[in-house]
């Protein structure tokens, strides 16, 4: 006899399961707990097997009935519904594995047969630029277009030595897709042949640093800005990028211990830069925190919670008569020049310009490396330009013996 929804309900437990059937197999399961339990009792190949279809009241008699026949059709075209459901739902989850999930699992599974350094290369990216750009997409989702887009942006803050790795990484986490199931195809071939060219080197005009004093003269007497002066002399003092300084929160700084930690996700090459601050600076961070050091950024603009403009150091150094000799970003590649002249140690003065390595695995992994040496050489290094300027005042003052 078919079931019916009364005898459905009144079904009550036993001390044992039980079966209430209704017609072509189907058959609810009443459980000691009382759970009601829609089972399909069919056979396949010469062996007798049962199909879950759900429980009631959430299905209700009519779905279960419809389930059963959607089973028995299976059955005619000669397909097993226990392995029909099985395969349904496996393809349900590979539909649902997001770019983050497949990316993690491929670093867990090869991370132990990497060197540290690779390990940690790989993590950086992964977390700066992969998962962030693309990790919460399903990863069947993802199209060839998708990745180029991704590592344009990458190149455009021309890390491109970070951006071919980026490329094949992208192409083994696909790979490893592929041979668990979760893909059907490789969206990072060729990502190569539309990969940037690298630009002819930029060369930043400086003065040499004989004309350093004649410069700082001009800073001190000309009439711009206070903010604008620190933002010149401390460019001077650190070498650090114009914007890293522009848009730096007070937050970065500690005072007490000299040093300036700027997180990777402010850096052009996306890994953390510790600056050794020389006392000189620090001086010029404790009068600029009396102007704002009530707001997050040292060099707060008109609206306060926005950096002074980018143009404001170059402007001024035009105004200045140093158009053509001297930007901002000049800074550093006077330091550059002068502290290699000097005999420093190459990676003390790449990593205090928080440069990659020729080694891009060893430079990635020494992102923090000769801080106490760095120190000690931008300490002379402020020490030689006070010593420099001195030097220029005595000699610009009139003799004393003449004069009498």
């Keep these: 006899m078919s079931l019916s929804d009364t005898t459905i309900r009144t079904a009550k437990p036993k001390e044992k399961l039980y079966r209430l059937s209704d017609a072509n197999g189907l058959c609810l399961e009443v459980t000691q707990t009382g759970s009601k339990l829609w089972r399909y009792r069919y056979r396949f190949n010469g062996s007798a097997k049962m199909l879950a279809l759900g429980s009631y009241p959430a299905v ?4 279960a009935r419809q389930s059963r026949d959607d089973a028995r059709q299976l059955l005619v075209d000669g397909i097993d519904p226990g392995q029909h459901k099985k395969a349904t739902k496996q393809a349900q989850a590979v539909d649902g594995v997001t770019f983050k999930e497949l990316a993690l699992e491929w670093f867990a599974y090869n991370s132990p047969r990497w060197a540290e350094s690779t390990t940690y290369k790989a993590k950086l990216y992964l977390e700066n630029d992969l998962i962030p750009g693309i990790g919460a997409r399903p990863v069947k989702a993802i199209t060839r277009p998708d990745l180029v887009e991704l590592v344009r942006k990458v190149e455009a803050r021309g890390t491109l030595n970070a951006a071919g790795k980026i490329r094949q990484w992208l192409h083994q986490i696909f790979r490893y897709g592929l041979a668990k199931g979760v893909v059907d195809a490789n969206p990072a071939t060729d990502l190569s042949v539309v990969a940037a060219q690298a630009k002819a080197a930029r060369h930043h005009p400086h003065v040499n640093f004989a004309e350093l004093p004649e410069l700082l003269g001009k800073v001190d007497a000309a009439k711009i800005h206070a903010l604008t002066r620190h933002a010149i002399n401390l460019l001077v003092l650190t070498a650090v990028r114009p914007g890293e300084l522009r848009q730096a929160p007070w937050s970065e700084f500690d005072l007490d211990a000299a040093l300036w930690t700027i997180p990777a996700a402010r850096m052009k090459a996306r890994r953390p830069h510790v600056v050794p601050l020389p006392r000189q600076a620090v001086a010029i961070l404790r009068k600029l925190q009396e102007v704002t050091g009530h707001y997050s950024l040292l060099f707060a603009g008109a609206n306060p919670e926005r950096p002074m403009s980018e143009n404001t150091v170059n402007k001024a150094l035009r105004q200045m008569g140093y158009e053509g000799r001297q930007t901002g970003h000049g800074f550093r590649h006077l330091l550059s020049t002068e502290l290699n002249g000097r005999g420093y140690n190459k990676d003390w003065i ?16 020494n992102h923090a490396a000769y801080v106490a040496q760095r120190s000690e050489m931008m300490q002379a290094w402020a020490d030689s330009i006070d010593n420099l300027c001195s030097a220029e005042n005595t000699s610009a003052q009139p003799d004393a013996s003449n004069a009498a």
């Design 60 to 63: 209700t008699l009519a779905k």
């Design 350 to 365: 790449e990593r205090q310009l928080a440069h990659g390595d020729t080694d891009e695995i060893r430079g990635t992994y």
